[in-house]
């Protein structure tokens, strides 16, 4: 019976071992899911903090005109807007931590499980053995009692490799269990410390808000004037117009001819180096609420890019200047071709290039233009494939 039980336990034992491993292979794809996942949302979370750092430092630099206050509102908004973004990001990331820990709970327990059957099987075999050839008799007695040396050496060959078996597995199992409850431990203090950065958020949001409350003196203040913000809008709106009418003349122009020299450009979508060092959004793409006057749009071809006037603005990729313009409202303008697309720099205050020159990436083609009372500028940058507008976003760097 002894020699049945230990076949019976070899029999199960596979199939116990089986479904652990099933179970383990699970979890780790589970993990390595999980880690990607994590890294993925901290990467995206470093590129906000840059936002929030850079909207920072540009917020020291404080200018005393109606416009600079308009900006430095428009700086806040855009720092709020990621420090919202990093919250998200931290929440994503601890909710993806915790469902890993749970996981890991339940694979120690199972383990645990298995353990445990390992240990009674081994205890009930001892126990059987004992009981049928009484406690003088040991493994090798139980050899030798066989009524045949074939029969002897089934029973050492069974012995053998119940031992060798059990012992592999067991070890296995409890490497598995330790290794694990590791991870377990690890989650934990990752998330203990997630949670304390985003309480620090939070806290970090309330002292933004009461940031823009007082903010709100200089807006009550320029809604005083809403004269002036109305003439400013409409400034705008023709800069942009002018602008417009530049990039599609070009366009028109150049349909004319041969064609487009060749470029690579379509290649570098999400690739692109920004145009300046250190700046941050403060006007995206697209339709979008004034930042004062309720219910007044705003539409942008391209994207205003907050930065020090000290900056330079450089190339985003290698190709030829079309043109270099002075728009009323934007200042001096640079138009660089890249096969059949354009990039378009405007609101220039010097610019380093001419008429068909060949630049190329991260080449110095301008300044930003500021008022003298102001430290930083705004950049208006776009993107053009042939007469199409896009979202020069897509195309920067994350």
């Not at 029999?11 to 880690?35: D, M, W």
């Not at 499980?113 to 493994?139: P, V």
Request: charged residues 30%.
């Amino acid at each position: 019976m002894v020699v049945a039980f230990i076949l019976k336990f070899l029999r199960v034992i596979p199939l116990k071992l089986c479904s652990v491993a099933i179970l383990i292979c699970l979890v780790l794809t589970g993990i390595s899911a999980q880690s990607t996942d994590v890294e993925s949302l901290k990467k995206q979370r470093e590129q906000y903090e840059r936002d929030i750092s850079n909207a920072k430092k540009l917020l020291k630099t404080k200018g005393n005109t109606r416009i600079a206050y308009l900006n430095d509102l428009k700086l806040i908004n855009a720092q709020i807007s990621a420090q919202k973004l990093v919250i998200a990001s931290y929440k994503k990331e601890m909710e993806a931590i915790t469902e890993q820990i749970n996981i890991n709970k339940e694979l120690t327990a199972s383990l645990e499980e298995e353990i445990s059957f390992l240990r009674d099987g081994y205890k009930n075999l001892i126990l059987s053995a004992h009981k049928q050839m009484g406690s003088n008799y040991n493994e090798f007695m139980l050899v030798f009692s066989a009524k045949s040396f074939s029969e002897a050496y089934r029973r050492f060959h069974l012995m053998k490799q119940y031992a060798s078996y059990r012992k592999k597995q067991g070890l296995v199992l409890i490497d598995t269990k330790l290794r694990h409850d590791s991870i377990v431990r690890e989650n934990e203090i990752i998330l203990e410390s997630k949670q304390k950065r985003y309480l620090a958020l939070l806290n970090e949001i309330e002292s933004l808000k009461r940031s823009v409350s007082q903010k709100q003196k200089y807006i009550a203040d320029l809604k005083k004037d809403e004269k002036w913000l109305r003439r400013e809008i409409l400034k705008k709106e023709s800069a942009t117009k002018k602008l417009q009418a530049s990039i599609e003349k070009l366009i028109r122009e150049s349909s004319s001819e041969v064609g487009y020299s060749f470029s690579n450009f379509h290649s570098a979508k999400g690739k692109l180096n920004w145009p300046v060092e250190n700046g941050i959004v403060t006007s995206s793409f697209g339709e979008h609420n004034h930042a004062v006057l309720k219910g007044v749009k705003i539409k942008n071809n391209g994207i205003d890019i907050t930065a020090s006037k000290e900056n330079r603005v450089k190339c985003v990729y290698e190709g030829t200047v079309s043109r270099v313009i002075a728009i009323p409202g934007y200042n001096k303008a640079v138009i660089v071709r890249h096969g059949k697309y354009l990039t378009v720099y405007a609101n220039l205050a010097k610019v380093d290039v001419k008429n068909d020159q060949v630049v190329k990436s991260n080449q110095s083609i301008g300044q930003i233009f500021a008022d003298n009372e102001d430290k930083n500028g705004i950049l208006h940058f776009e993107i053009w494939e042939e007469s199409k507008k896009i979202n020069p976003l897509e195309w920067l760097q994350k």
